[in-house]
């Protein structure tokens, strides 16, 4: 009694339906015959796909508690599953999701000193921009250092260098892990696991760089040991430390050291690669919509902040144009488009369908970000979309590209301010220019799987007029 779908070859599951271009495609065209709510095979194992915000918001705000677990991810599954918050389920989950999220909050996240951390990071990442000196670059690595460097302060209570060879050896492998989880290879895995997984492979090399992010991961946990006060505990891994050892004696609690080290490597990766590549997809749209940037966002911050203030968070409610233009990035950059796989927790009866406690659900984000039901334009960018008549910022229940529910994204409102720190820094700072005539710009993603990763592409940073290095952080 699952949901309808597409009839399974033994051990293959719906292998032939699959499109080359991957299970979000191959998803937009089954539900054109089996509606919101199917049922797909990957391998053996059903999987059931919800698509639109109706589908979406019935199962996991509606029926929250069932819907609350974390499904299979079959390439990252024998290292990650059921470990640290990301991945857990259960008591071990609520425990560590519970804890991480006051910790990160004592160390900044939703506080004004997280706003200055961002600042601070905004602003070397303008002063490494402008020693480009207005050439062509691609701009990836520099926003994935500047997120990078936030989620580093909260956690290892440091930031690095941007020419730090460790931490550039950190970034290479974040972007190595999300290249081949989001690739089609990583899709096909989920169903040829069972033979794939017998033999060397992609996910082989995926596996040791899995390792060598654990290997950092441990080194930083070592130093934070012998350096450790309990009495003061000065990031998110001194404190878990410290609750280490106040439950060391208890063999049932969830604070050990292996919850450390996976909750800190996917507080890493989660915290990077997601933002970042918004980011990326946010400049890309800029450069294809200069109307947008040029006339209309810089116009914006010109009026509201001026050339001599850094951009602050209480800035966001006199810039409805920039706010509606961070949230269209946001909705059409849609970075995780399949969701974050979700499971059912008990046996759970959802619009009709029986479905056994533990069966994979995945949450199609993009169907719901690309709503015509909820955006009048879906496809196109249009910051219109979150502006009413008069100009003034209006929120759309089906912008839900942080989830939503019980496992809605533990740093939305980290994610959301440093969107707009740097995004507005950089535009304050800079003009942007692209290599390529307008209609040559493609916007086509390079990946679309886990992770929605925008093209490599160009572009070069102009200073603006009479604003320049020497603001003071107030
Ligand atoms: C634009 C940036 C971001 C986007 C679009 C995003 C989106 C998401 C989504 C869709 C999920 C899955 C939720 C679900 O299971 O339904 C998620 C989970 C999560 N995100 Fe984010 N995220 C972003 C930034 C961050 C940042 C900066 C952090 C750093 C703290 C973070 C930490 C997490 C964690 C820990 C989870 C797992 C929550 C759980 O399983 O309980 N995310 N995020």
Redesign the pocket.
Known sequence: RLPPGPWPLPFLGNILQIDHQGFLKTFQMLRKKYGDVFTVYLGPRPVVILCGYKAVKEA?VGQAEAFSG?GHIAIIDPILRGKG??FANGKS?KAL?QF?QLT?RDFGMGRQSIEKQIQEEAQCLVEELRKSRGAYLDPSFFFHSAMANI?CTIILGQRFNYQDPRFLHLLHLMNDLSDITSSFYGQMFELLSGILKHFPGIHTRLYSKIQEMEDFVVESIERHREMLDPSAPKDFIDSFLVRMDKESSDPESEFHYKNLVYTVF??FF??TE??SN?LLHGFLLLLKNPGVLGELVQMEIDRVIGSHHLPALEDRAKMPYTDAVIHEI?RLGD??PL??P?SVIKDTHFRGYHLPKDTTVY?I?SSVLHDPCHFEKPEAFHPGHFLDAEGNFRTQGAFI?????R??????S??RS??FLILTSVLQNFTLGSPKALEDIDITSRRNGLLKMPPEFQLCFLPRQGVGPGMQIP
């Open positions: 996991l974390r918050v990301v989950w999701r991480s990160m989620i996917t507080l989660a915290g997601s933002s918004t946001q970075v995780i969701g974050i979700r949450p984000l590209p942080f989830s939503l529910g496992r809605l994204c533990l740093g939305e980290l994610a440093e969107l």
